[in-house]
């Protein structure tokens, strides 16, 4: 059965998260502390980590990325700070998704699922006459990125999202679109799309702010090109 940790300081909605992921069919055990939180996953590993941003000592930007630090398990915020630098920052520590309290659980369900699908499935890119980019090399069924040789670090989400577009390569594909194919969300947060695009962008393009390959088309979405 799949195990979820939710690290939230709130103890009346630790439980009623925990309770209602338990009706959901996941295991669930709550944390009201980062500290706390990341002992417990050292200790036993969940599947899958909720964080809220504003814990006491530690916040949840740092919990994120002290997880990251040692572990790929995917994580998603449950905040009600919905601000885009807020977002934006969460994501940028290593979170995969972020959610707004009041938090509907039924699409909190539907979140972790997609997102435990993305991190235990194949990517398969079968439609792609070639994935060389000039010196940018994707290699699908190693699971790797090159640049001009050198290996490049991305995350799961972000080896996906490349794949997406290679598979699609110079034609543009809207957010919407991106959040489906590579989220499997039919609504989201195209936040998500534009800052694992930002992050790509500083491992893939020797100038982030000029990018080569992974461009924008104003108005429409992202493309790839050699």
Same mark, same amino acid.
């Not at 990251?68 to 630098?85: N, Y």
């Not at 790797?144 to 996906?160: H, M, S």
């Not at 794949?163 to 543009?172: Q, S």
């Given at each position: 059965? +799949?195990?979820?940790?939710? /690290?939230? #300081?709130?103890?009346?909605?630790?439980?009623?998260?925990?309770?209602?992921?338990?009706?959901?069919?996941? +295991?669930? $055990?709550?944390? =009201?502390?980062?500290?706390?939180?990341?002992?417990?996953?050292?200790?036993?590993?969940?599947?899958?980590?909720?964080?809220?941003?504003?814990? %006491?000592?530690?916040?949840?930007? &740092?919990?994120?990325?002290?997880?990251?630090?040692?572990?790929?398990?995917?994580?998603?915020?449950?905040?009600?700070?919905? #601000? +885009?630098?807020?977002?934006?920052?969460?994501?940028?520590?290593?979170?995969? #998704?972020?959610? *707004?309290?009041?938090?509907?659980?039924?699409?909190?369900?539907?979140?972790?699922?997609?997102?435990?699908?993305?991190?235990?499935? =194949?990517?398969?890119?079968?439609?792609? %006459? =070639?994935?060389?980019?000039?010196?940018?090399?994707?290699? %699908? &069924? =190693?699971?790797?990125?090159?640049?001009?040789?050198?290996?490049?670090?991305?995350?799961?989400?972000?080896? !996906?999202?490349?794949?997406?577009?290679?598979?699609?390569?110079? !034609?543009?594909?809207?957010?919407? $679109?991106?959040? !489906?194919?590579?989220?499997?969300?039919? *609504? @989201?947060?195209?936040?998500?799309?534009?800052?694992? *695009?930002?992050?790509?962008? $500083?491992? /893939?393009? *020797?100038?982030?702010?000029? %990018? !080569?390959?992974?461009?924008?088309?104003?108005?429409? @979405?992202?493309?790839?090109?050699?």
């Amino acid at each position: 059965m +799949t195990s979820v940790l939710v /690290i939230e #300081d709130d103890d009346r909605i630790r439980l009623s998260l925990v309770l209602a992921l338990e009706d959901e069919g996941f +295991t669930a $055990q709550g944390a =009201a502390t980062a500290e706390e939180g990341l002992l417990t996953q050292r200790r036993s590993r969940a599947d899958t980590v909720l964080v809220d941003l504003m814990l %006491p000592g530690v916040d949840g930007f &740092e919990c994120i990325r002290r997880l990251r630090h040692h572990d790929d398990v995917p994580i998603i915020v449950v905040s009600a700070r919905d #601000d +885009t630098h807020d977002v934006v920052a969460a994501l940028e520590a290593g979170a995969d #998704d972020y959610v *707004v309290k009041p938090v509907a659980v039924k699409e909190l369900s539907a979140r972790l699922r997609a997102l435990l699908r993305r991190a235990r499935g =194949a990517v398969t890119v079968g439609r792609v %006459p =070639a994935l060389v980019f000039g010196d940018l090399d994707i290699r %699908p &069924e =190693a699971g790797e990125v090159r640049v001009r040789g050198e290996l490049v670090n991305v995350t799961r989400t972000e080896f !996906r999202l490349l794949c997406e577009l290679a598979e699609h390569a110079g !034609r543009v594909l809207s957010r919407e $679109q991106l959040l !489906r194919r590579v989220w499997e969300y039919e *609504v @989201g947060d195209e936040r998500l799309v534009d800052v694992h *695009v930002g992050r790509l962008r $500083q491992k /893939i393009e *020797v100038d982030s702010a000029e %990018p !080569r390959h992974l461009v924008t088309v104003r108005g429409l @979405g992202y493309k790839l090109q050699r």
